[in-house]
């Protein structure tokens, strides 16, 4: 919700929203048309559901493949979903999107591994994990979350709109990796451009910390850092990760800044 309250429908808007009888648990509404779906581990992973101004509604992200029951269920009481946005085609992202049946969209940059059978992408090296337990717990649960290879319907680049958010491109975890972003009201839906979680030991961070992902996941980390710092000038107040819940606060500079110097 915005100071001045929700927005109000503008012409063309279908005024979507969800039937809450068909809603499956742990969906809820975070930020004026913008919903959350959470599933496996814990409720860690996030699932965005976005209306538009003319109505449409776009997922971002997808996920792990052991949600798709309960994604079937969101789209249903939408009504129809019009498509997916992948924030990045990491397997716990792009779970849901080869079985869900909308067309999926992401970055160029990222297409080549959505359309890759791959859990574990080329350029990860989980060796780089400090402690053991995660070094071994991930290659197995990757393979469970991953759904398989996405057939890409469309790309999207920074600066385009997807239901009233700009895109804006956060390379370093992912090549490709996309948030969006609601100026109006700071609303930054960001994937895993940060982490509320500690990877390296499978527990959360403080609450109001975070984290750049550890380098072990990451395609480039040094670019990871620099986009942790381009989120912080966006001067976000609600951003929204893939993992966990929220960090929201009228300045979150200082939080984004020591998150990105975190590894
Ligand atoms: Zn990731």
Redesign the pocket.
């Known amino acids: 919700m915005t100071a001045d309250g929700p927005t109000p429908p503008e012409a063309g808007d279908r005024g979507k929203s969800p039937d809450p009888e068909l809603l499956p648990k742990k969906f809820e509404q975070v930020a004026d048309r913008v919903y959350r779906l959470r599933g496996d581990l814990q409720g860690a992973m996030n699932i965005y559901f976005v209306v538009g101004p003319d109505g449409e509604v776009v997922q971002f992200d997808a996920g792990t493949r052991i949600m798709l029951k309960n994604n079937r269920k969101v789209a249903e009481a939408f009504g129809g979903i019009d498509r997916i946005v992948l924030?990045?085609a990491?397997a716990?992202?792009r779970g849901t999107a080869p079985r869900l049946g909308p067309p999926v969209y992401c970055h160029p940059a990222e297409v080549a591994d959505a359309e890759s059978e791959a859990a574990i992408n080329s350029y990860m090296n989980l060796r780089e994990l400090e402690y053991m337990k995660p070094r071994l717990v991930y290659p197995v649960m990757m393979r469970l979350w991953n759904g398989g290879a996405v057939k890409v319907a469309g790309t999207v680049e920074e600066g385009d709109d997807v239901a009233g958010f700009e895109v804006i491109h956060f390379p370093g975890?992912?090549p490709g990796?996309i948030g969006l972003w609601r100026e109006s009201d700071g609303v930054a839906l960001v994937?895993?451009t940060i982490y509320l979680v500690d990877s390296a030991r499978l527990k959360p961070l403080p609450e109001g910390e975070a984290s750049v992902?550890h380098p072990a996941?990451a395609w480039d980390h040094r670019q990871a850092k620099e986009s942790v710092r381009k989120l912080a000038a966006l001067k976000p107040q609600k951003v929204f990760a893939?993992h966990d819940d929220r960090l929201e606060g009228d300045d979150l500079t200082a939080t984004l800044l020591a998150a990105a110097d975190r590894y």
């Open positions: 924030g990045h990491h716990d992202h975890h992912a990796l994937s895993d992902p996941w893939g």
